[in-house]
T-cell receptor, first 110, second 118 residues
C-alpha cells in the first residue's frame, strides 16, 4: 500500500528551535498532505503540496517535495510548546485515498 | 477550513451491543467520507470509503458486516459497529471531502470517537 513513512519517530527540541520531519513514500502521487494530531484528538490539516510543486510555505511551516526521491520534509520554524503533537504525512494516490505512516512525535520543551 | 463533527466523542458499551457513530460535515457538502481507526500510538488505518448514495468500499481485512457504513446524505455518514467486542475498542475518526469543488482535495477530519467495549 502507498504509505507515508515519517522520520524520525520522535523528536525533542527546545522552544525557539526549528524542527524538521521527513517523509518517504513508495509510488507516484497526486499530492502529499501533512497533518498534526494532538493526543487523543482528531487530525488537523496543515498543508498540501501538489506533485508539481517543490516547496510551499504557510506561516511557520515550510514543506518541500522531491518526487524524484519520493520524499517530503516539514520544517517548523521558531517552535513553540504548543507545537507539541504527532505529525503525519499522507501521500495521496488515485482514488483520493490517503495512507498514513506512524508519525513523528514532536515534543517542544519550554 | 471546513468543519467536520463526530458524535459521540466517546462511548462505553458492553460486549455484544452495537454502537453507531455519526460524522457530519457542518459547512460543506461531502461527496466522500472516509472512516479510520487508530490504536494507541499507532497510525490511522483506513477502514472504508463511502460515497453519498452508494455502497461503501471497504479496505482489505475490514469486515463489512461488522462495520456498517451508511452515507445517506451529503452531510452525514454513520458507522455502526455491530456486536462490539473488546478488540473493537479504538479511536474512530472520520474525514470528509467534496470532490466536486475542491481543487486542493483536502480532507477535513472529525475530532474522533473513543470507543471502549467492556
Amino acid at each position: 500500500s502507498q504509505q507515508g513513512e515519517e522520520d524520525p519517530q520522535a523528536l525533542s527540541i527546545q522552544e525557539g528551535e526549528n524542527a524538521t520531519m521527513n517523509c518517504s513514500y513508495k509510488t507516484s502521487i497526486n499530492n502529499l498532505q501533512w497533518y498534526r494530531q494532538n493526543s487523543g484528538r482528531g487530525l488537523v490539516h496543515l498543508i498540501l503540496i501538489r506533485s508539481n510543486e517543490r516547496e510551499k510555505h504557510s506561516g511557520r511551516l515550510r514543506v518541500t517535495l522531491d518526487t524524484s526521491k519520493k520524499s517530503s520534509s516539514l520544517l517548523i520554524t521558531a517552535s513553540r510548546a504548543a507545537d507539541t503533537a504527532s505529525y503525519f504525512c499522507a501521500p495521496e494516490t488515485s482514488g483520493s485515498r490517503l495512507t498514513f505512516g506512524e508519525g513523528t512525535q514532536l515534543t517542544v520543551n519550554p | 477550513g471546513a468543519v467536520v463533527s463526530q458524535h459521540p466523542s466517546w462511548v462505553i458499551c458492553k460486549s455484544g451491543t452495537s454502537v453507531k457513530i455519526e460524522c457530519r460535515s457542518l459547512d460543506f457538502q461531502a461527496t466522500t467520507m472516509f472512516w479510520y481507526r487508530q490504536f494507541p500510538k499507532q497510525s490511522l488505518m483506513l477502514m472504508a470509503t463511502s460515497n453519498e448514495g452508494s455502497k461503501a468500499t471497504y479496505e482489505q481485512g475490514v469486515e463489512k458486516d461488522k462495520f456498517l457504513i451508511n452515507h445517506a446524505s451529503l452531510t452525514l455518514s454513520t458507522l455502526t459497529v455491530t456486536s462490539a467486542h473488546p478488540e473493537d475498542s479504538s479511536f474512530y475518526i472520520c474525514s470528509a471531502r467534496d470532490l466536486r469543488t475542491s481543487g486542493y482535495n483536502e480532507q477535513f477530519f472529525g475530532p474522533g470517537t473513543r470507543l471502549t467495549v467492556l
